[in-house]
């Protein structure tokens, strides 16, 4: 309830009206948010706006670091792995520490908390983990190291969309300062709209890359659908000579060494929607 009121008030803050002028529009009689969700609202106002315009990842960082410490949080992390040609994404500010460690180990193959946000459909407190999941003696030592290199309490937000590699965006405190549940809510509202402006920037950043054409996108759906290479020739009424060049074009386009792996990755990147396959 909460979380819906804090939607509700701050989809409308984001508008013309400040979050108390929405907040006076409410008819008499109806929930109001809390004085103390309107004021945490208040307080990331303007670091949500800087989200949501950020044209570059540098600009999102930036945000989402002023945010995480307006919300009472020392760190951050939003991350989304990359697949094959799709770039990842990796904006943080854990302690240096950490950061070498990982990068000279590998430690984050093993983690407890990239694997829960890849299989929870809703957030979760890192102090949950041993219910979520059978934690090995890998993923225990894990989270020790964690907690050592001021990592201890955090709070996990995962994020998915339909053709995109899991996300998940933490908000991380120290062994002394223990997460301020009054926080959660916007902590995962904010966490949502730097999702979004992530994967905005990322089309940005890809729109210098050549995409396929809409003829050659018109034969790689009639693939997606399931027709023979001959069925779509006499379709379109051409040579199958050009529908085998469209194919060729679009392995090495997407980098792929067959039509199978050619329709999954036109699929999975989204150049060709589930709704013009399934018709």
Not at 247 to 266: A, D, F, M, N
Request: proline share 4%; charged share 25%.
């Amino acid at each position: 309830v909460e979380f819906t009121k804090a939607i509700t008030a701050s989809n409308s803050a984001r508008g013309t009206k400040s979050v108390d002028q929405q907040c006076r529009m409410f008819k008499p009689g109806a929930i109001l948010p809390s004085e103390g969700t309107v004021m945490r609202m208040q307080k990331i106002e303007i670091e949500l706006g800087a989200i949501e315009k950020a044209q570059s990842f540098e600009a999102l960082h930036i945000a989402m670091r002023n945010a995480k410490a307006k919300l009472g949080f020392q760190h951050y992390a939003f991350i989304q792995a990359n697949v094959s040609r799709t770039d990842g994404i990796l904006l943080q500010d854990y302690p240096d520490s950490w950061v070498r460690l990982m990068s000279e180990t590998f430690a984050y193959t093993r983690s407890p908390i990239l694997l829960a946000g890849s299989i929870m459909p809703g957030p979760f407190e890192w102090e949950e983990l041993p219910n979520i999941l059978t934690l090995t003696c890998d993923q225990q030592r894990y989270l020790e190291m964690a907690r050592q290199h001021g990592l201890a309490f955090g709070f996990t937000v995962p994020l998915h969309a339909p053709g995109e590699p899991s996300a998940s965006v933490s908000f991380v405190n120290g062994k002394a300062r223990p997460l301020n549940k009054d926080s959660l809510p916007m902590a995962m509202y904010t966490a949502s709209r730097a999702f979004l402006a992530g994967r905005r920037i990322k089309r940005a950043n890809a729109d210098h890359e050549k995409a396929i054409s809409d003829h050659d996108r018109r034969v790689i759906t009639y693939l997606c659908r399931g027709m023979s290479r001959n069925q779509i020739a006499r379709k379109l009424g051409i040579d199958i000579k050009a529908i085998n060049a469209v194919v060729i074009r679009g392995c090495k386009h997407y980098e792929v060494g067959s039509q199978t792996e050619l329709v999954v990755r036109t699929l999975f990147e989204q150049a060709i929607r589930f709704e013009d396959v399934i018709h």
